[in-house]
Nanobody
């Protein structure tokens, strides 16, 4: 049974940084994407970033390019989201998710991810 556990959220001010972590357990397949999504109150869940299991492919939503970095430590089965220059519009619950296989056409779609964490709140005050 795959389990994803996020940590690292919190309350910060505009311009600050945070690093989110997602620890995965029970992953028995070798090819997958690990992604980060976010959901603000009253809005749909939005793709933020994703990384291939090899760590060689990363993809971002345009609004976070240059500010957020996704990375993976396969030895620790952990994916990170380094968030710099945070803005109030980054405020949301951030979710970690895993998509089995290698399906590039669907890596930005939350309904194409197979496993989800419980989420961690990120609040950026102005």
């Amino acid at each position: 049974q795959v389990q994803l556990v996020e940590s690292g959220g919190g309350l910060v001010q505009t311009g600050d940084s945070l690093r989110l972590s997602c620890a995965a357990s029970g992953v028995t397949f070798s090819t997958y994407f690990m992604g980060w999504f976010r959901q603000a109150p009253g809005k749909e869940r939005e793709f933020v970033a994703t990384i291939s299991s090899s760590g060689t492919r990363t993809y971002y939503v345009d609004s976070v390019k240059g500010r957020f970095t996704i990375s993976t430590d396969n030895a620790k089965n952990t994916v990170y989201l380094q968030m710099n220059s945070l803005k109030p519009e980054d405020t949301a619950v951030y979710y970690c998710a895993l998509q089995r296989g290698f399906r590039l056409a669907t890596i930005r779609r939350p309904d194409e991810y197979d496993y989800w964490g419980q989420g961690t709140q990120v609040t950026v005050s102005s």
